[in-house]
C-alpha cells in the first residue's frame, strides 16, 4: 500500500493504545443530566424548554445562537427541572439545561433499528437539513457544525472529502473501536457528505498502526455500491490528525496561513463524525452521545473502557461506573495527553465533543527542570506548521512584540505540543507560544473590528 504522511515535522510518541482491544458499551443512566448550552465552536445555544417541562429523548431542548452554532436535543427522557449556570470541567461558568432522568423514552419518528440504510437522499438540501436539524458538529476535537462546513460558499468547491480515521494521539482508542465495530455506517456517512458536497473523491485516511481498522474499512467499502470512496493508509505520525497536516499528506497540498481547508479544494471531516451524519440522515437520530476511552497509564487493563455516554452525564458519575479514580492519578485529561485540556472539574458534564477520561500518574506529568535554550532546532524540526518555537517564546518573554509575533506566524500554531515534547531543555514553549498566539490574534481581531468600523462610517457618510 502506498502509505503517506505530512512533509513538515512532526513526531513519533508511544502509541500507548491501552484501550484498542476494549469493545464498545454501553453507559448506563445517571438519575440527572446537565446538558451544556456551550455544545459547538460557535454562539451557544438558545434554550427553548422551561423548567417543568416533560421531554424525550431526541426532543430539541435549545435552537442555534447564531449562524455557527448548533441545536441541542434532551439526550434522555425526563422532567426539566433547572436552567441556569453550571461549570465546564475548566470551571468555567455555563448555561446549562438540567433534567431529572425518568426513562429512555425518545421522540417519534427516531430510528434506533440496527438495520443499516444504504440509499441516500436524492436532494443534498435534505442532506444538509437533517444534519442541521440533528445538531451534528464535528467530533475530532473543534467541535464545528458540520452543515455550515459541509456547504462552503461559492466559488469555493470541494475536490476531496477527506475523513479522519488516524487518531494519532497517544491512549485515545474510540474512533478505532468504531472503525472496526461500525464500518458500514461510517462508509455510508462518508458517501452522505460526498453527495452534500456534490461528488469529490473520498478518502478514508488511517494509520498504518492500525492494520485491523483499514481492513475493516476496506471491507465495508467493497461491499457497498457508492463511488470513488478509498482507503489511503498513512505512515504513524504525529500530528497528522491536524486538517492542514491530513491535507498535506493526502493532496500534497499547504493550506496558506489564516486560510481555510476548503482554498485547497479540501474538506475534512472525523470518522465518529461521518457516523453521526449516517445516524442523523438516514436514522433521524440528533447528536446525543458519543464514545469515549477511558484509560491512562495508571489503570489495569481490565479498568481500561470505550463507552459509549449520553450528553449530559457527569464525569464523576463515568469515573465511578468504571472503577473509580486511580490513586495514582496526578493528572485527569479530556483529551489526548498531546492536546487535551486538563480537568479541573470533575462534576462537570459530557458534552458531544468529549472524548476521554485520561488518568496520568507523576512520572509521566511531571516536567523537566527549565534550563537554558541549547539552540539545538529541535522545536523547529518538530513542528508540523515550520514555525521558530524558540524564535516565538523569544519575543513573547521580551513583551510587547506583537507585530513581531504576527510576522513570525505565531497565530498559525496549532497547539499540537511537538515543541514542547522534543525540547530537551524542558522550556515550556508550548504554554508561552499559547499566549503569544492569544496576543496576536487580539490585535487581528481589534484590527478587523476597526476596519469595519471604517467602513460602516464611509458608507453612512456617502
Known sequence: MNRKTFSIGGIHPADSKFAADRPIEVLPLPDKVYVSMSQCLGAPSKPIVAVGDKVLAGQVLAEPGGFIGAFVHSPVSGTVKAIGPGKDLAGNRITQIEIDVEGDEWAPGIDLSPELVTELPDDRQVILDKIKAAGVVGLGGATFPTHVKLNPAPPAKAEALLINGSECEPFLTSDYRLMLERPSEIVVGAALMQKALGGPVCYICIEDNKPKAIESMQKAIDSLPYKDILVQPLKKKYPQGGEKQLIDAVMHRQVKSGALPISEGAVVQNATTSFAVYEA???????????????????????????LFRI???????????????????????????????????????VKGSSSLLYLSEEVTRRRPEQQCIRCG???????????PFLLNKLYLAGGREEELEKNAA????????????????IPLLDNVRQAKV????????????????????????
Open 312 to 350: 449530559g452525564v457527569p464525569l464523576s458519575f463515568i469515573a465511578e461506573w468504571a472503577g473509580g479514580v486511580p490513586e495514582k492519578a496526578a493528572k485527569i485529561i479530556s483529551g489526548g495527553p498531546m492536546m487535551g485540556k486538563a480537568i479541573a472539574n470533575l462534576d462537570a458534564a459530557t
Open 411 to 426: 497565530q498559525d500554531c496549532i497547539e499540537c505540543g511537538c515543541c514542547l515534547y522534543s525540547c530537551p531543555a524542558g
Open 281 to 307: 440522515v438516514q436514522k433521524n437520530k440528533p447528536l446525543v452521545s458519543n464514545i469515549m476511552t477511558i484509560t491512562g497509564n495508571c489503570l489495569p487493563v481490565e479498568s481500561q473502557h470505550n463507552c
Open 378 to 388: 529541535r522545536c523547529s524540526d518538530a513542528c508540523p506548521m515550520g514555525l521558530e
Open 439 to 462: 496576543q496576536v490574534m487580539g490585535i487581528i481581531r481589534a484590527r478587523a473590528a476597526a476596519a469595519k468600523a471604517a467602513a460602516e462610517a464611509a458608507k453612512n457618510k456617502n
